[in-house]
């Protein structure tokens, strides 16, 4: 366990992922640790799932006994298939054009992978649509493991990781049809690549990232510290893929800026959207204020219970730079300065969850079995409370 952590220069406690305690070469993935990751994610992967489908079914059967005002009955009834969900099947199935401008904001991979799957399945978009995301997110929390464990030598604190990925309040996302679990994949895939410095695979799978969704591009800046610790000491060969790689997260989001721009003449068509919904850039320290005296006052008090997680993801982030290897903390800061950048932060719990470092941070802090006992109990129940208010329409995921 460690009790602080080591310089960026000599990282005591990171064995690069393609050799072995012995020096010897081997797979960057190889056959122990993806077992190690299955054995550990598949139960708090499958807990999450017993927890929301549950919520789901209530929440249609309050709808169909005529309980709930129409806007409330009709997100019940779609259920996983409600908020974004629907956007994504919607693509898969007619593409951006049939859909309209407001579709524009939704970025293409996630979409594509669920088309693709949808042939395996006979036509089937919506078993495809929850296939694709629920089994990114298994694939996604064994990667996390594979990642937490090589990194730190600590299987307990890789299985408390997948624990709280699984039982955050915005949770229920990852069993949805969302392309959230499919982020999971692709980041915490690129900072496997990035901390083995295989730069041509961080470039790949940055680009994938970028695709998926448009925090993929924040992927540059903790590969931009990683890449320029040793630059000057490298060859060319290895400067160039350096520099390559930091462009693989932009190189995702411009690419499907430049389709935007090429097919439907709305290059920037993402960001005036999300200025629409969220109100445009704000300082966050001015929202985390605003925020608060929301809270304070009572008013708009479902959109000020923001307040406590954005607090929460504050003090991680510090965890995070202390706890871990530089790029990690950079990343954190960066998905959790942009979330809390909008005068709106509805759904900064789900923008939270893509900084994954933070949950890693969080298992730094659970680390006592009563703690943890504590900590994933209290977690499980938000996640019964967040999914609720959710179908029932008075939450935005």
Not at 48 to 67: C, D, F, Q, S, W
Not at 186 to 204: E, G, K, N, Q, Y
Not at 339 to 368: C, K, Q, W
């Amino acid at each position: 366990m460690l009790t602080s952590r080591p310089p960026d220069d000599t990282p005591e406690y990171f064995q690069p992922l393609d050799v072995d305690s012995s020096g010897n070469k081997r797979g960057w993935l190889n056959r122990d640790s993806l077992r190690l990751g299955i054995r550990t994610s598949f139960f708090p992967w499958l807990v999450t799932r017993l927890v929301v489908i549950p919520v789901v079914y209530m929440a249609r059967e309050i709808a169909a006994k005529g309980h709930l005002p129409a806007s409330m009955a009709s997100v019940a009834r779609q259920g996983l298939f409600s908020w974004d969900a629907g956007w994504y099947e919607s693509i898969a199935v007619h593409g951006y054009g049939f859909l309209g401008y407001s579709s524009l904001r939704f970025f293409p991979l996630f979409p594509l992978i669920v088309k693709i799957f949808s042939f395996v399945l006979l036509g089937n978009v919506r078993l495809s649509l929850l296939a694709v995301a629920n089994l990114s997110d298994l694939c996604g929390l064994v990667l996390l493991v594979v990642l937490v464990s090589r990194e730190t030598g600590d299987n307990g604190l890789a299985a408390r990781s997948a624990w709280l990925m699984s039982l955050a309040p915005a949770a229920f996302t990852y069993v949805m049809g969302y392309a959230e679990a499919t982020l999971l994949v692709f980041t915490v895939a690129t900072f496997i690549a990035l901390r083995s410095h295989r730069w041509w695979w961080t470039m790949a799978l940055g680009i994938l990232a970028g695709l998926t969704r448009p925090i993929g591009i924040l992927l540059a800046i903790p590969v931009l510290v990683e890449g320029f610790r040793g630059l000057w000491e490298a060859d060319i060969r290895e400067r160039i893929a350096r520099i390559a790689a930091i462009a693989g997260g932009p190189i995702g989001v411009a690419g499907y800026l430049s389709f935007l721009g090429l097919y439907y003449n709305h290059l920037l068509a993402p960001i005036h959207i999300e200025q629409r919904h969220r109100g445009g850039f704000t300082d966050p320290l001015v929202t985390l204020y605003h925020e608060a005296s929301m809270l304070i006052s009572g008013h708009h008090l479902e959109e000020a219970l923001h307040l406590p997680w954005a607090l929460l993801a504050v003090a991680l982030i510090v965890v995070a730079f202390w706890k871990l290897p530089s790029p990690y903390g950079a990343f954190a800061l960066a998905v959790v300065l942009v979330a809390l950048s909008g005068h709106n932060i509805d759904s900064f719990e789900r923008y939270a969850m893509s900084a994954f470092p933070l949950v890693i941070a969080g298992a730094f802090l659970t680390a006592g079995p009563r703690i943890e006992r504590l900590v994933l109990s209290g977690l499980a129940a938000s996640l019964v409370a967040y999914s609720t208010l959710a179908f029932l329409h008075l939450y935005v995921p």
